[in-house]
């Protein structure tokens, strides 16, 4: 019984682990890789919207949640919390994961969203 508790724990405690791709993620090349979306989003908690929301808050808030920003009802009604999973797959192909949403094209590279979001993660943080 013991044995069963101790690797039921061991998996819980791993679920809640990032994806590798995550543990390996440089924030710093994220700022880098950020400046392409910088045009259409800002960071800072009083930033104003753009083209998109302001990211200010982004993880564990719902998809669509920005006040005073027009989502499409595609991204509003999707039930999505971001975090990382969601993200990773929301960067990598946007259109194909939401689709009907107003953000466009992806990064491709799988290094390149996990520094993002590495970056954003602290970046955006309340």
């Known amino acids: ?6 690797l039921l724990a061991g998996l819980l ?7 590798p791709a995550f543990a390996d993620a440089d924030p710093a090349r994220g700022e880098a890789v950020f400046r392409k979306c910088a045009s259409c989003h ?9 083209v998109g929301p302001r990211l ?11 006040g005073d920003f027009r989502y499409t009802a595609a991204l509003k009604n ?3 919390v971001w975090n990382e999973t969601t ?7 946007s259109e194909a994961f939401v689709p009907g949403t107003k953000m ?5 590279i799988d290094q390149d969203r996990a520094d993002l979001i590495a970056y954003l993660r602290r970046a955006t943080a309340p």
Not at 13 to 19: H, I, N, Q, R, T
Not at 42 to 50: H, K, M, Q, S, V
Not at 56 to 65: E, I, K, P, S, W
């Open 87 to 93: 993200l990773d797959a929301f960067l990598k192909d």
């Open 56 to 66: 200010h808050g982004l993880f564990g808030r719902q998809a669509g949640a920005v």
């Open 78 to 80: 999707s039930g999505l």
């Open 104 to 108: 466009y094209g992806g990064l491709a």
């Open 13 to 19: 405690s791993a679920a809640a682990l990032p994806a």
């Open 42 to 50: 800002t960071l800072e908690a009083g930033g104003r919207n753009r």
């Open 1 to 6: 019984m013991r044995t069963v508790s101790l």
